[in-house]
């Protein structure tokens, strides 16, 4: 469909996004919603996939729940096809899906809690990113469309995890640049390295982390009058605030000859860093 001057940046796009039905994923699904995309949407939790279904409100003809596993590739194809097979294409692929570490550093874990923490971080951050990317990858070179990779400035930067998170988003980094030279000149590959956000982010259940969200982190940092030592400090902290990077990466009118980028929305990391002051572990 041709853009009108009135349309918005994805009119008559089709995306598919994992982990898209809460946080970040979420946020992302309606925002693409209401630039005018259909989105299909993949997640575990069928509770979540109708709250986001219900949330569409007067686009709720163009989103479509699809109940999934990232670390099944059958999944990740069944999602691709039902995509397809209601929407007729498939224009856009957020990679999203993800679980975080709580910090936990190599101090605190048995050799054996590491090693369950990598299998199940690295199945889901990267793995399911490598199987989103072969499911979609011949869809995505049919309409010559792109993929945004939900990074973090863990992908850049120390301490925004513990050791096992910042190895996987590291990974994630190298899977944008690789895919970026592979899929070129058919398919645009980036990706958008988030900071700190108020989200149900939950941790790996190899280290009963399932129960916590990075929202009750936020919490008790507000409770304490904390604010993060980021340049932008005020800036926003709800998913919300994060969406329109990937708005942009995706519209092929604003961004056509970008890809392998990363683009940083992280409150100016990279020229302070994460504290003031020196620390680390407690050894």
């Known amino acids: 469909m041709a853009p009108t001057a009135n349309s918005g940046w994805l009119e008559g796009d089709v995306a598919l996004i994992t982990g898209g039905a809460s946080g970040l994923g979420r946020a992302v699904a309606l925002r693409y919603?209401?630039?005018?995309?259909?989105v299909a949407v993949m997640d575990r939790d069928r509770g979540r996939l109708d709250a986001v279904v219900s949330a569409a409100g007067e686009h709720v003809d163009r989103v479509l729940p699809v109940p999934g596993d990232v670390r099944s590739p059958d999944d990740l194809h069944a999602a691709v096809a039902s995509a397809v097979d209601r929407f007729g294409k498939l224009d856009i692929l957020v990679p999203n899906a993800g679980i975080w570490d709580y910090h936990r550093s190599v101090t605190?874990?048995?050799g054996h809690e590491l090693a369950a923490a990598?299998?199940?971080?690295?199945?889901?951050?990267v793995k399911g990113y490598l199987l989103a990317v072969e499911a979609a990858w011949r869809e995505l070179v049919a309409t010559r469309g792109s993929i945004i990779m939900t990074l973090s400035n863990s992908s850049f930067h120390t301490n925004g995890g513990g050791p096992?998170?910042?190895?996987?988003k590291h990974a994630c980094l190298g899977l944008v640049r690789e895919f970026a030279y592979e899929l070129a000149p058919k398919v645009r590959v980036n990706g958008v390295a988030c900071g700190g956000?108020?989200?149900?982010?939950?941790?790996?259940?190899?280290?009963?982390?399932?129960?916590r969200s990075i929202a009750?982190?936020?919490?008790?940092?507000?409770?304490?009058?904390?604010?993060?030592?980021?340049?932008?400090?005020?800036?926003?902290?709800?998913?919300?605030?994060?969406?329109?990077?990937?708005?942009l990466l995706a519209?092929?009118?604003?961004?056509?000859?970008?890809?392998?980028?990363?683009?940083?929305?992280?409150?100016?990391?990279?020229?302070?860093?994460?504290?003031?002051?020196?620390?680390?572990?407690?050894?």
Do not use: W
């Open 164 to 168: 096992v998170y910042t190895a996987s």
């Open 197 to 211: 956000m108020r989200t149900q982010l939950r941790g790996p259940e190899s280290l009963g982390l399932e129960g």
């Open 108 to 110: 605190r874990l048995t």
């Open 118 to 125: 990598f299998d199940e971080i690295f199945a889901v951050n």
């Open 33 to 38: 919603l209401a630039e005018g995309a259909s």
């Open 251 to 283: 519209s092929r009118r604003n961004s056509s000859n970008i890809t392998g980028a990363v683009v940083p929305v992280d409150g100016g990391i990279a020229v302070r860093g994460f504290r003031t002051s020196a620390g680390g572990a407690d050894l």
């Open 216 to 247: 009750d982190s936020f919490a008790r940092s507000e409770a304490a009058g904390e604010r993060p030592h980021v340049p932008l400090y005020d800036a926003g902290v709800e998913p919300e605030d994060f969406t329109g990077t990937y708005v």
